[in-house]
């Protein structure tokens, strides 16, 4: 091992520790915040070991929001025993992780408190996508400014951009946590359960917030639709549904088609 360098050396040591490194989970202890998302813990095999999340990018320290998301993520975590589930590694042999602490997912909540963005380039978990657009709709964090740069876009101008990680996914095809696999103490997967649990009730609380939005405007389309139709050519109805597509949506849709059929039959 004399000419494999120090950071891989530490690898080897927490390998030892969990056995294989992808998918394992480990406690750790929280030492060092260099920025939004990452941190520096100390394994249970002796070394510090420098991680970076998994999935997420966050500002880098010089630009806006850069030192308020090294500060959101101290507050989770500084100091604090985490559980890791391990990911991968990058070019830079820093180990990919998703993070835990108490009932949540570390990455997921600077997401959704708009400390990061999603690194979608590099992730395709739409659990961390949906979170990116709650907290835009919200104007939370760094989506306080009218246009943010992304880290990526800003390490351009003269670092290297973060690489993309090597890894054997732990997680499902909808980045959803692969608990199945070893390490997982029960306190931890019930955590990891609940926090899941809860994300999963609060999107379908969304979705139907939603739908009930999307069916009023569909009911005051149709309601126009009944004060423009009688004076108007099929033509120019034709031309307000298309205008109008949430129309499509209402319930009674299927009364504006027949009643459109009605007039074209009764063209001269």
């Known amino acids: 091992m004399e000419n494999l360098p120090a950071s891989l050396i530490v690898l080897f040591c927490l390998m030892s520790v969990v056995g294989s ?42 630009q806006p929001f850069g030192l308020e998301a090294k500060q959101a993520l101290s507050g989770m975590v500084f100091g604090r025993t985490i ?75 003269g670092e290297n951009a973060l690489p993309r990680p090597r890894r054997d996914s732990p997680t499902d095809l909808f980045g959803a946590v692969d608990m199945s696999r070893p390490g997982w103490s029960d306190s931890a997967r019930r955590a990891a359960e609940e926090h899941q649990a809860a ?8 979705d139907e917030r939603a739908a009930r939005v999307r069916q009023r405007r569909a009911e005051q389309a149709f309601d126009d639709f009944r004060i423009f139709a009688p004076s108007r050519s099929v033509d120019e109805l034709l031309e307000f549904i298309e205008r109008r597509p949430e129309i499509i949506e209402s319930k009674s849709f299927e009364n504006v088609q027949k009643y459109i059929e009605l007039r074209k039959s009764s063209r001269p």
């Open 83 to 157: 559980i890791l589930q391990i990911t991968g590694t990058d070019r830079y042999e820093r180990v990919l992780v998703l993070a835990y602490v108490d009932k949540f997912n570390v990455n997921l909540s600077l997401v959704s408190a708009g400390f990061a963005w999603h690194y979608a380039d590099y992730s395709k978990d739409f659990i961390l996508a949906k979170a990116q657009v709650r907290a835009q709709a919200a104007r939370s964090g760094l989506w306080q400014e009218e246009n943010p740069t992304p880290p990526w876009e800003w390490r351009i101008k």
């Open 21 to 62: 490194l992808r998918g394992e989970t480990i406690a750790c202890r929280v030492v060092n915040i260099h920025d939004g998302d990452t941190i520096t813990v100390l394994s249970p095999a002796g070394p510090r070991v420098k991680i970076r999340l998994d999935g997420i990018d966050a500002p880098e320290l010089d």
């Open 199 to 206: 994300v999963d009730e609060e999107l379908a609380i969304k």
